[in-house]
């Protein structure tokens, strides 16, 4: 076989790089206002099939592209997919004054912890700075506003960046790929199944991939059994997912040989939108009417305004009412009452005897702090939570969590058999199977101590 010259294999790299479909380019955000001090590289790819006339769907990967343009320039092709602008999101660095040495490097901070702020970094930093980009040729950036047409790819920490953002913010984005994700104790990413499975399904399609030997550092246990109580939870709770396990430790070069099939997966029906499941916790199914869905009842709520009893069957958005505290809650029948303090976890159950509060102890636990507590009919508490209204049964645990649209919930209230809410700075309203707890209330039958 006769050897190709340096200058021959020089001249085919250069054709392959000339005929690598679509364009890049890249831009650099400093100093953003949610990551202070921090600059990264984000990497962009537009398919040649992007018209500038039709809003684009998005792909976000965390930490690079790698061969994301490769695998979904084919799929738009094809057909296969929709137009996707592609863009590679590195996580932040901090440089010393004279910007020669790393100072911090905030991968793990931005991209394993479990709150809304990577979602909250996309939505106000990234997408916009991206739309205010232009293509190599000249060509605007438009973004598809419909969280439907938005994905999100990430490998290790970046696929539970990209887990989490979806999570936290189904109303921005819809579609995820984990690879070898970091579902462990880095920062509390080991408590999601727990929560999934206690959450009401959120419009989200989710393929996981690991490796059987997946364990990156022991401390911090298994990678691959962490993976695997992922989508163990994502079924019963009535997800659409899948997964793929495969032989090898922790490397993304699995994940990666099946990024194209599973891009098809992912967008399989668009532009039908992602649905929700139905899950296959009792509580949920208890107290939930699938023909009752949130609705909006009024926007831009001031902040610092809280739901408050309006007469014994209303609720109004008003500041505190004089004799109400939304961190006490009475039990229906009046035989016990709930004490929730501020920047707590736990709420407090007294037994109430005489008109006097007795054996005060921490009983309730909560995944996150409450702001406002009610009891419903049979004795559950209904709890406003960042994490969404938790409701836990007679013996303190959280049973199920429900997820307004705004996300984080201030405040909680019943008149009837409607849940209000105020969420994301708006009201939010559902009709459920259950009533609120009221002053003639009966005592509900205890559920015994199982």
Request: net charge positive.
């Amino acid at each position: 076989m006769r050897r190709l010259s340096f200058f021959s294999i020089l001249l085919l790299s250069l054709l392959r790089l000339q005929a690598a479909p679509g364009s890049t380019f890249d831009f650099v955000i400093k100093n953003p206002d949610i990551y202070p001090g921090t600059e990264r590289s984000i990497s962009v790819w537009v398919p040649d099939e992007y018209q500038v006339d039709k809003p684009a769907c998005l792909i976000i990967r965390f930490d690079r592209l790698s061969n994301l343009p490769d695998c979904a320039a084919p799929l738009i092709r094809e057909g296969k997919i929709p137009v996707c602008i592609a863009i590679g999101i590195e996580p932040g660095k901090v440089y010393d004054q004279s910007h020669k040495s790393v100072i911090r490097y905030n991968r793990s901070n931005e991209f394993d912890r479990t709150d809304g702020t990577m979602a909250r970094f996309l939505e106000i930093e990234v997408i916009p700075a991206l739309e205010r980009q232009r293509t190599p040729d000249g060509r605007a950036i438009r973004i598809s506003r419909n969280p439907s047409d938005r994905a999100l790819v990430g490998a290790s920490s970046g696929a539970i960046a990209a887990f989490t953002a979806a999570w936290e913010r189904p109303d921005l984005f819809s579609r995820v790929y984990s690879m070898i994700g970091t579902y462990v104790p880095f920062r509390y990413g080991d408590q999601y199944p727990g929560l999934i499975r206690k959450t009401e399904p959120k419009r989200l399609r989710v393929f996981f991939q690991d490796n059987k030997y997946d364990t990156w550092n022991p401390i911090f246990g298994s990678w691959y059994e962490y993976n695997r109580q992922m989508f163990d939870a994502m079924r019963f709770a009535g997800y659409e997912t899948a997964c793929q396990w495969d032989e090898g430790k922790h490397s993304g070069d699995n994940g990666n040989a099946i990024l194209a099939r599973v891009l098809e997966w992912l967008w399989a029906g668009w532009p039908e939108e992602v649905g929700r499941g139905v899950s296959s916790n009792g509580t949920l199914q208890a107290i939930l009417d699938p023909e009752q869905d949130w609705e909006l009842v009024r926007r831009n709520v001031p902040s610092g305004l809280i739901l408050v009893p309006d007469d014994m069957y209303g609720v109004r958005a008003d500041k505190k009412k004089k004799g109400y505290n939304p961190m006490e809650a009475v039990y229906p029948g009046g035989g016990l009452c709930a004490i929730a303090r501020e920047g707590s976890t736990w709420i407090t159950q007294y037994v109430i005897s005489n008109g006097r509060r007795l054996y005060g102890q921490e009983y309730w636990c909560l995944h996150s702090p409450a702001k406002q507590i009610v009891f419903d009919e049979n004795g559950y508490l209904y709890c406003a939570t960042e994490k969404g209204i938790q409701i836990c049964d007679h013996n303190g645990r959280v049973r199920a969590i429900l997820a307004p649209p705004g996300g984080p919930v201030v405040s909680v209230a019943f008149s009837g058999d409607t849940l209000w809410a105020i969420s994301g700075g708006c009201t939010w309203k559902r009709k459920l199977r259950v009533r609120g707890a009221t002053p003639d209330s009966p005592t509900p039958k205890r559920e015994g101590q199982g």
